[in-house]
């Protein structure tokens, strides 16, 4: 493969897309359930994509997955973006962690505001798990993936993450770091 080729992957939540190069992965894109239309002819996955395409396909089925082998293209990245998704990668599945708690993981104590900037613009969502990431006292924070915060919910029920709407007034139930 030469340059980087863009993946339409057919899940149980709808088409996700991905992004490769020889460096890795460039990027992704999570399901939109309000996309309608035609599928978008798109390469098939080969070779080690292929596998990985697998991966995504048994997340959205339910499946414990760990992405933490995927190779990411990061050549982009800024030495503290680096950090932040490095320490984003480790926190597990079905676990949660505050924007705060997630500089410190990162060595960035007291930037919890570089975490949220560094969570919006995440090339990499559900391989690098924005949706993990909770604010302070337990509120959702913000999501910009397709459905917003609704989203974020249904990625963390589907690990295995309960009561979410019920225990948000609950502080520091999330900062599981």
Not at 67 to 78: A, C, I, S, V, W
Request: aromatic content about 8%; hydrophobic content about 40%; proline content about 8%.
């Amino acid at each position: 493969m030469t340059g980087t080729q863009v993946f339409e992957i057919e899940t149980d939540w709808g088409p996700f897309r991905m992004a490769w190069s020889e460096a890795g992965l460039v990027r992704t894109g999570l399901p939109d359930p309000a996309r309608g239309g035609a599928p978008v002819d798109l390469p098939v996955p080969e070779g080690p994509v292929a596998r990985w395409a697998e991966m995504v396909m048994a997340y959205f089925r339910g499946e414990a997955v760990d992405f933490g082998e995927l190779p990411l293209d990061d050549r982009h990245l800024g030495d503290k973006e680096r950090a932040i998704y490095g320490a984003l990668r480790s926190v597990p599945r079905g676990r949660t962690v505050t924007y705060g708690r997630l500089a410190a993981l990162a060595g960035l104590p007291g930037e919890a505001r570089t975490v949220g900037a560094a969570m919006a613009r995440n090339p990499w969502p559900l391989v690098v798990p924005c949706h993990r990431v909770m604010a302070s006292g337990g509120q959702a924070g913000g999501f910009s993936a397709p459905g917003g915060v609704a989203t974020k919910f249904r990625l963390l029920r589907l690990e295995g993450v309960a009561g979410l709407e019920e225990n948000l007034l609950l502080p520091g139930l999330f900062d599981q770091g």
